[in-house]
């Protein structure tokens, strides 16, 4: 009987010992919204609208921590962008203006912060996909010679 016991405090020794290696997030519940979001606007899923929908629920939630919270603007911006690419021409412009929104409030909310270098990179892609998105309408077949200029 005394072996049993021997038994027991030994697993329960390991196992206490076990969970101090466990990364800390899963144990204290940490949002992982960065792997999320990622995993939402991967090209072959897609999901920018849930994606959208996620960073505008997060804005208020108490699973969000401050730095997240002080990105939203940042990561609409990006998904924004990379919706863009994936649509009609007569949808693009208008999510091309609300992504450069985007990160135009987060360079005047957040002017400090380390994002910032990566949302003026941004933004001179919108530039470059206007470009392109006006490249693309001047060469759409109908147009005079005058609407192509």
Known sequence: MRSWQGVARLLVGCLSLGCLFLPASPLFGAERYKDFL?????????????????????????????????????EIGVTLLDESRTLPLVERESELEKA??????????????????????????????????????????????????
Not at 56 to 68: H, I, V
């Open 100 to 149: 450069r929104v985007c990160f135009q409030k987060f360079l005047t909310d957040q002017p400090q912060h380390p994002l910032v270098t990566s949302a003026n990179r941004h933004l001179a892609n919108l530039l470059v996909e206007r470009g392109r998105l006006n490249k693309e309408r001047a060469a759409q077949s109908g147009k005079t010679s005058e609407e192509r200029e």
């Open 38 to 74: 990622d995993g939402l606007r991967e090209p072959e899923r897609g999901f920018y609208d849930v994606a959208l929908e996620y960073l505008e629920a997060m804005r208020g939630s108490p699973l969000a921590d401050k730095a997240f919270v002080a990105t939203i603007d940042y």
